[in-house]
């Protein structure tokens, strides 16, 4: 292939604040390159719609690129079924696309992974609120997830000391229990429940009644969504045995607040590293890979980050 002159981006999936700066740093760094970048609306669906347009510098983000949510339909479509990925991949040739930029979460890269194993160049941005992709140790979203998460336990602790309950505090995460576990040791939680180590909710009342016994005024509890027992399972067992907590129990689902607002520095600044981490993949054409955060370095630097990992090694 010729230096790339042409390539595009999407975003696909849920939704993670700091999306919009991983594609401005793909524009910004792109052009600096001399290439021409062009944006896909509707993650894959827009790809296989032909629903795109040029990017600019003053022309980019959610509504020019799309971080509009795939359907699972369109996207299985895409990722898994062979007729899909060709007339994608019939789009992208038909707009002389040379090289595609996937934002987003497990089922975006499974779709980028799909693409790639086609023997299109691809290069993936590891972008999800759950932090669940394998070869990332943190994901554009999540510590802008973590603060609102914070911020809400925080404002749940003043409410129940002065009413004297106990709070359940679900967050996201699907399956991953890491939103749980950080903002539950940041938020001084009395007890943390993640998927990862199934919890029997006996235990967990030991502990609320101990938090009693010591005089505490409150106690917090925060449960990751996908966990043995979630938030209204928990209240369903509490429910039965109220007389046994001390405290009167509250629950909290937090849903879909973690993923919206402004994205903290953090969030800015790791996506716009990781954007041009991929425009420097595109560059040296190294395709097939994703590119992440893994300790304390972007990792794409050097190596561009780790190839697109395949379903089975995802949590």
């Given at each position: 292939m010729a230096n790339v002159k042409r390539i595009a981006v999407l975003t696909s999936g849920g939704d993670a604040a700091g999306m919009n700066a991983a594609i401005?740093?793909?524009?910004?760094?792109?052009?600096?390159?001399?290439?021409?970048?062009?944006?896909?609306?509707?993650?894959?669906?827009?790809?296989?719609?032909?629903?795109w347009c040029r990017l600019t510098p003053a022309a980019w983000g959610t509504s020019s690129s799309s971080a509009e949510r795939c359907?699972?339909?369109?996207?299985t479509w895409?990722?898994?079924?062979?007729?899909?990925?060709?007339?994608?991949?019939?789009?992208?040739?038909?707009?002389?696309?040379?090289?595609?930029?996937?934002?987003?979460?497990?089922?975006s890269?499974?779709?980028?992974?799909?693409?790639?194993?086609?023997?299109?160049?691809?290069?993936?941005i590891s972008s999800t609120i759950d932090n669940d992709l394998y070869g990332a140790d943190i994901t554009i979203g999540v510590d802008?997830?973590?603060?609102?998460?914070?911020?809400?336990?925080?404002?749940?602790?003043?409410?129940?000391?002065?009413?004297?309950?106990?709070?359940?505090?679900?967050?996201?995460?699907?399956?991953?229990?890491?939103?749980?576990?950080?903002?539950?040791?940041?938020?001084?939680?009395?007890?943390t429940v993640i998927p990862e180590v199934p919890v029997d909710p006996e235990d967990i009342a030991v502990q609320i009644r101990a938090a009693y016994a010591r005089g505490k005024a409150h106690a917090?509890?925060?449960?990751?969504?996908?966990?043995?027992?979630?938030?209204?399972?928990?209240?369903?067992?509490?429910?039965k045995h109220q007389e046994r907590l001390g405290f009167e129990v509250r629950a909290t689902t937090l849903g879909h607040v973690q993923r919206g607002g402004s994205p903290g520095a953090f969030d800015r600044l790791l996506a716009s590293r990781l954007g041009a981490a991929?425009?420097?993949a595109i560059d040296r054409k190294e395709y097939g890979v994703m590119v992440g955060l893994q300790g304390k370095r972007n990792h794409g630097d050097t190596t561009c980050g780790c190839r697109f990992p395949t379903r089975k090694n995802w949590t």
């Open positions: 401005r740093a793909v524009v910004r760094t792109g052009l600096h390159k001399g290439w021409e970048i062009f944006g896909f609306r509707n993650g894959y669906a827009g790809l296989a719609g032909m629903k359907s699972e339909r369109r996207a895409i990722s898994k079924i062979e007729p899909g990925r060709r007339i994608a991949l019939d789009v992208l040739e038909h707009h002389q696309i040379e090289a595609l930029v996937v934002i987003g979460g497990n089922g890269q499974t779709g980028a992974n799909a693409l790639s194993l086609m023997g299109y160049p691809v290069v993936g802008t997830a973590l603060d609102v998460a914070l911020e809400a336990i925080d404002r749940l602790k003043t409410t129940a000391s002065s009413h004297h309950r106990a709070f359940i505090v679900e967050v996201m995460g699907r399956d991953c229990g890491y939103l749980a576990l950080m903002s539950g040791i940041a938020g001084g939680a009395e007890v917090i509890i925060v449960v990751a969504e996908g966990a043995n027992y979630n938030a209204a399972k928990l209240m369903e067992f509490f429910d991929a425009t420097d």
